[in-house]
């Protein structure tokens, strides 16, 4: 059953209070024919990020436009320098980020970052270990992968990974394979399917890309 604009605008409203990073947030909804607006003020990358995830994932919902605010409280404010230090930190006690193979530039708190790594989780350690950073506004992720070249992609493999995922409806999936990259194309009935399928197929040795085209469609 399709929601109204209001009935979608309620259950975005409560996925995001049901957040406990969010629960006392000052984030406003809109609703229009399942594209949801956010608005509102909040004093960390991590709880922005948070919020689009919360709304992305409510059953209803086409797209997600972000316009939220970060403001820093007293504590929050540091200077280009001191955020560098802080992450070159964060990836020396972080065992799944190699550390020496990420180039950082911060510039107004917008955080760049660059270099090969072989693995995509790495890439998105090294994301989630900025964005978690107080002073942190954005984060641009150029990082690279750049597989050993010794593993051929198996598209059998992803296919069969797709398949033992409990979370995943895989009949409307179809796998393609390029070289060292990977599209995926299709339906999925969620946006966390549509992630996660991609997150999976990222974990197939040997991938350097993961086009990610699969449609959400709620109907199915």
């Known amino acids: 059953m399709n929601k109204n604009n209001e009935e979608l605008q309620k259950d975005v409203q409560d996925a ?9 947030a ?5 609703a229009k024919d399942g594209i949801i607006t956010l608005t509102g003020v909040v004093n960390s990358l991590t709880k922005k990020t948070e919020a689009e995830d919360a709304a992305k994932n409510v059953r209803g919902v086409r797209a997600v436009v972000e316009k939220i605010e970060i403001k820093f409280d007293g504590a929050g404010i540091k200077n280009d320098n001191e955020i560098a ?41 090294a994301k989630k270990g900025v964005s978690n950073l107080i002073g942190v506004k954005h984060v641009i992720n150029n990082i690279i992968i ?6 051929e ?39 966390y399917e549509k992630d996660e399928a991609a997150r999976i197929s990222w974990n ?9 085209e699969l449609i959400v469609d709620y109907s199915d």
Do not use: C, M
């Not at 000052?26 to 809109?30: A, H, K, L, M, Q």
């Not at 020396?92 to 995509?120: A, C, F, H, M, R």
């Not at 197939?204 to 990610?212: L, Q, R």
């Open 26 to 30: 000052e984030i406003g909804v809109t």
């Open 85 to 125: 230090n802080e992450i070159l930190n964060a990836f020396k006690w972080n065992w799944s980020i190699p550390n020496d193979k990420i180039k950082v530039k911060v510039e107004d708190g917008w955080v760049t970052l660059e270099g090969e790594l072989q693995w995509y989780f790495q890439k998105e350690a």
């Open 153 to 191: 992609v198996s598209k059998i493999n992803i296919e069969r990974a797709l398949e033992r995922n409990l979370y995943i409806n895989d009949r409307h999936i179809r796998v393609n394979v390029s070289g060292s990259e990977v599209k995926l194309e299709g339906t999925v009935g969620s946006w």
């Open 204 to 212: 197939a040795p040997g991938v350097s890309s993961v086009e990610n």
């Open 146 to 151: 750049k597989s050993s070249g010794i593993e």
């Open 16 to 24: 995001i209070k049901w957040e406990p990073l969010l629960n006392a």
